[in-house]
């Protein structure tokens, strides 16, 4: 089932070093003022929640994943590896995500997203950055379902720009498609949002590459509120 919501307050930041990938967000997102885009680390956000582009065996051996799992420490990949365990059988797919206590004060929850299947795989001819965009909004609003008020910041990378090797300009775009697309709708699961995605992966695939696109659920799966 899929909700018209209102927009919530959640404190979105988008950080990263790479230089063209803040420039690609300042474009795409030049409508969303609400955003806060800066350069920088991940690791400076004083958030309550972090998003890692992973894989989805929750393997946190290259890029973001790495960087984050030695300044939380090793046991971060165990607290992620045992919640895709437990809610995927061991393997998350791409639109899925999970949301582990990060042991430490900044940040108390880790999401964990895949843009790839396997570690270091090239994605720049993939969707896979919005639908794990659009999974680390579930996955905040499922947290805060859960515990009220839980997440009320959060900050993300460029997903995929690194690793994936994904162009900046087509990073940016894809995370505005699944950042617009959660922050008007609800999902009642991850299988529902990857629906409704792949449902127009066309309009996606079609548009220019500078034209970020608004993936609007159809009627069909739409309920009122």
């Known amino acids: 089932m899929t909700v018209d919501r209102v927009p919530s307050p959640l404190k979105v930041v988008l950080t990263d070093i790479n230089t063209e990938v803040v420039e690609a967000w300042r ?27 992973t894989n989805s065996r929750g393997r946190m051996d290259g890029g973001v994943d790495a960087v984050v799992k030695r300044y939380l420490g090793a046991g971060i990949q165990l607290r992620v590896q045992k919640a895709i365990q437990s809610q995927f059988a061991g393997s998350l ?45 579930q996955a905040i609003h499922q947290q805060n379902k859960r515990t009220p008020g839980s997440i009320r910041s959060v900050a993300l990378v460029g997903m995929g720009a690194q690793t994936g090797r994904v162009p900046a300009r087509v990073c940016a775009n894809l995370m505005w498609t699944g950042y617009t ?8 699961d991850y299988d529902d949002l990857r629906g409704t995605i792949v449902a127009q992966l066309d309009d996606l695939e079609s548009a220019p590459v500078e034209k970020p696109v608004r993936i609007t659920p159809s009627p069909r799966r739409a309920s009122t509120r």
């Open 27 to 53: 474009a795409a997102f030049a409508d969303t003022p609400e955003i806060e885009i800066r350069r920088g680390s991940l690791l400076d956000e004083d958030v309550d929640a972090w998003v890692s582009p």
């Open 181 to 188: 697309l959660f922050n008007d709708h609800c999902f009642e």
């Open 93 to 137: 797919p791409v639109g899925s995500a999970v949301c582990v206590a990060s042991g430490a004060v900044k940040p108390r929850f880790l999401i964990s997203t895949p843009t790839m299947e396997t570690s270091s795989q090239n994605v720049s001819d993939t969707l896979n950055v919005a639908l794990a965009c659009a999974a680390a909004f």
